[in-house]
């Protein structure tokens, strides 16, 4: 699925993931490629994706952004909304 989230500042991460895990108002739930159309508040966490491409950690320099190997990476937030529509999920993050 292709995964952009944005910041009222800037672009965050643009890219695919197979699985991204959000902290979800009511706890963390994971979203897989195929999954159903959702839109859901966040809360303060980490957004946790397994990419599906290699992560390139010089095209994304923002702070928020940690990389734990190659194709997972965590994007620490402040709050949001997430929308999932046809395999494209937008984050609108703090």
Request: glycine fraction near 8%.
């Amino acid at each position: 699925m292709q995964v952009e989230i944005l910041t009222p500042v800037s672009s965050i991460y643009s890219g695919n993931a197979d699985s991204v895990s959000l902290p979800g108002l009511d706890g963390i739930f994971q979203v897989l490629n195929g999954h159903a159309s959702i839109i859901s508040s966040l809360k303060k966490g980490e957004i946790n994706m397994n990419l599906s491409d290699k992560f390139d950690a010089e095209k994304f320099t923002s702070d928020q952004i940690s990389s734990s190997s190659n194709n997972q990476i965590s994007v620490s937030i402040n709050g949001g909304v997430v929308e999932l529509q046809n395999d494209k999920m937008i984050i609108l993050a703090e």
